[in-house]
């Protein structure tokens, strides 16, 4: 079960130790393979990660994706992540 906070957000924080893998990540220019959902939608791809950002308390990886295009990815929906 999902519980929203008060404005109505039902992300969950990420440990501190994964955001750090993230933040490495970026800073290497180091592709993940990344999977996560978006509803119903499962996403499993390699992923260039460009930077992180927290809006409205969320916190969202902003990666490139193999076609190219540009992507937000909140992280508490990344069901795994490994270097590519």
């Given at each position: 079960?999902?519980?929203?906070d008060e404005?109505?957000?039902?992300?969950r924080?990420?440990?501190c130790?994964?955001?750090?893998?993230?933040?490495l990540?970026?800073?290497?220019?180091?592709?993940l393979?990344?999977?996560?959902?978006?509803?119903?939608?499962?996403?499993a791809?390699?992923v260039?990660?460009?930077d992180?950002?927290?809006r409205?308390?969320?916190?969202f990886?902003?990666?490139?994706?193999?076609?190219?295009?540009?992507?937000?990815?909140?992280l508490?929906r990344?069901?795994?992540?490994?270097?590519?």
């Amino acid at each position: 079960m999902n519980r929203t906070d008060e404005n109505g957000s039902d992300y969950r924080p990420i440990a501190c130790e994964l955001y750090s893998e993230y933040e490495l990540a970026i800073l290497r220019r180091r592709r993940l393979n990344l999977r996560w959902r978006e509803g119903n939608v499962c996403y499993a791809l390699p992923v260039l990660p460009l930077d992180l950002e927290t809006r409205a308390g969320e916190e969202f990886l902003h990666c490139l994706l193999p076609s190219g295009k540009r992507a937000q990815v909140r992280l508490d929906r990344i069901e795994h992540m490994e270097p590519a």
